[in-house]
């Protein structure tokens, strides 16, 4: 039987590939670096060389995760609406990432890696909200927490087949008017 190589190229980002996949499959309980070994055609050793066990490569995913996503809503621009469509898009688009980074308990959520990421995506959440008109919600001090709930609440929502089917089959386009109502002015 051929030894297996660890010659791969980019060995640490085709085994996080292979990660993003397997739990695409079938979720992070899913997922053993044997399997991840395997798939990439590699030892069993190497994922372990490069993540240390499962919650570091998890850790991997989050921080990945969380950067992806603060890019996203950087990218969409200054408004709240277009920073929260974003969000539920990259939820929908990056299940895997979305299904891991929320779920602390599985990585190490205190790495400053991580920290950082989760940092600066909840900096460009609540850079829609300094772009608002001010009103009675923008002032309040769980603005950001308002906003993050109402989107993550949407996405999750979204993502578990839970909302009406009249919505539509465009997430995004779907979470608008239940954004708009995050600080609409009542009456």
Sequence with gaps: M???SYHHGDLRRAILDAAIEVIGESGPSAMSLRELARRVGVS???PQHHFGDKAG???AVACQGFELLADAMTEAGGELLDVGTAYVD???THRAHFGVMFQPKLYHADAPEVRAARERAGLALAGG???MPAGPGTASAHAPLAAWSIVHGFATLWLAGALPEDMGDDPAAAARPVIEL?????G
């Design 182 to 186: 995050l600080f609409a002015r009542g």
């Design 2 to 4: 051929a030894r297996q």
């Design 44 to 46: 069993h050793a190497a």
């Design 129 to 131: 909200l300094q772009r």
């Design 90 to 92: 990259f939820a929908v």
């Design 57 to 59: 490569l998890l850790t």
